[in-house]
């Protein structure tokens, strides 16, 4: 399992990171991001001279804190920063650590002399077998290149979600509020269905050995966060070509000295917004299904207003600011293209993928689907999981 540092975190906006394992490796995830709030939440956690600076609560603050800053998890006994609880950027985030005694053990990491005496790599298998004396790691997995997978992206990436029932009048009851622990301890993000690395039914930090871990594949999906935001000026708040260039170029300096060779990054170019807009607007919200009187625009309108809106670009119908938008989205994109058509690393090769949104709702109508079902409804921005598994 490979491990982020927080010093790839070079956007402005939130750079939420996911990760996990294939094939004879392991499936988990992890992530490192949202850069913009980390001072604010550490100041909480800290507070003036108030219940932290108590001898009972001093560790368990310095504890939270750590969570916060590094973005690890608040269980790791044996500190290889993996964990065996699932939320507070625990295995849900990186993958669930087999055994929390030992730094040597850990999702991701090539076994051990095959895994003989225990498994030190958390994918299940290890012993010999007894009849040819061959471990089964290598008489399973030798050859099979497993390789890590790597999400270096924002919340659309890590699929958040809030669940419209705990909205929706008509289905609010105590039990749809029965996981709010657990949703709250992952910030209303839900990496362990996320579309790179989910792993319960159908998630990243970077490697801390090139020598030990086995190689990854990086997808790089900043869905919205370089033209989105909730400010009064989002076109002066989007990045540009040139900072995209720069913290892009950095940050695959700092890939290339983690990765193990062999791996893979590939951009994904950023989607067209105006799908939310065009397939959102007019249709009822979940606060306001029971009466027919909350539409998304006015959602949309509300959020803006408040200054705390996802994406006000976007979710809005000023046909001004969609243009503006969609020719810094396309200046993005080429930017990502010409690196990965040009940049060359010794740990791992580049590619580019263009966002197949449209084919993606070509199909789903083809199967009987409407649009506005591709997307998140309490927030009326982020792509649910429907749109990730067609």
């Not at 992890?30 to 001898?55: F, H, M």
């Not at 004396?133 to 990436?157: H, M, R």
């Not at 809106?309 to 990502?336: F, G």
Request: aromatic letters at 12%.
């Amino acid at each position: 399992m490979l491990m982020v540092d927080k010093n790839l975190i070079v956007h402005a906006s939130s750079t939420g990171r996911t990760q996990s394992w294939i094939g004879c490796g392991y499936k988990g995830s992890r992530e490192n991001g949202y850069n913009w709030d980390l001072e604010s939440s550490q100041k909480k956690v800290r507070g003036s001279s108030n219940i932290c600076s108590l001898p009972l609560v001093k560790k368990l603050c310095e504890k939270i804190e750590n969570v916060i800053k590094n973005k690890l998890p608040f269980e790791d006994f044996d500190g290889d920063k993996f964990s065996t609880f699932p939320s507070l950027r625990g295995y849900h985030w990186r993958g669930e650590d087999c055994n929390n005694g030992m730094t040597s053990v850990y999702p991701g990491r090539r076994p051990v002399n095959w895994g003989a005496q225990q498994d030190s790599n958390c994918n299940g298998i290890w012993g010999i077998d007894g009849e040819d004396g061959i471990p089964y790691e290598q008489k399973f997995c030798n050859g099979t290149e497993s390789k890590g997978v790597i999400l270096w992206g924002d919340a659309a990436g890590t699929h958040f979600h809030v669940p419209p029932e705990w909205l929706t009048a008509s289905r609010i009851s105590w039990k749809v509020y029965s996981d709010l622990p657990k949703i709250l301890g992952n910030v209303f993000d839900w990496p362990q269905f996320s579309q790179i690395t989910g792993f319960p039914n159908s998630t990243v930090g970077l490697a801390p050995s090139q020598k030990f871990d086995k190689p990854a594949i990086v997808t790089y999906a900043m869905v919205g966060n370089d033209v989105c935001s909730g400010k009064a000026d989002t076109v002066a708040a989007m990045t540009t070509p040139g900072q995209l260039q720069s913290n892009i170029l950095k940050s695959l300096r700092y890939l290339n000295s983690l990765l193990p060779k062999g791996s893979r990054v590939v951009f994904v170019s950023l989607p067209d917004g105006a799908f939310l807009w065009n397939n959102m607007h007019d249709r009822y919200h979940p606060l306001g299904q029971l009466n027919k009187d909350i539409t998304y625009q006015q959602v949309y309108s509300f959020l803006t207003g408040l200054k705390v809106s996802p994406c006000s670009s976007w979710l809005s119908s000023n046909d001004t600011l969609w243009n503006i938008t969609t020719e810094r989205e396309l200046q993005l994109s080429s930017v990502l293209r010409g690196i990965a058509e040009s940049e060359k690393h010794a740990s791992f090769d580049l590619f580019y993928m263009d966002y197949p949104l449209e084919e993606i709702a070509e199909e789903w109508r083809k199967q009987g689907g409407k649009n506005w079902q591709l997307i998140e409804p309490v927030d009326g921005f982020h792509p649910n999981q429907i749109l990730k598994a067609t």
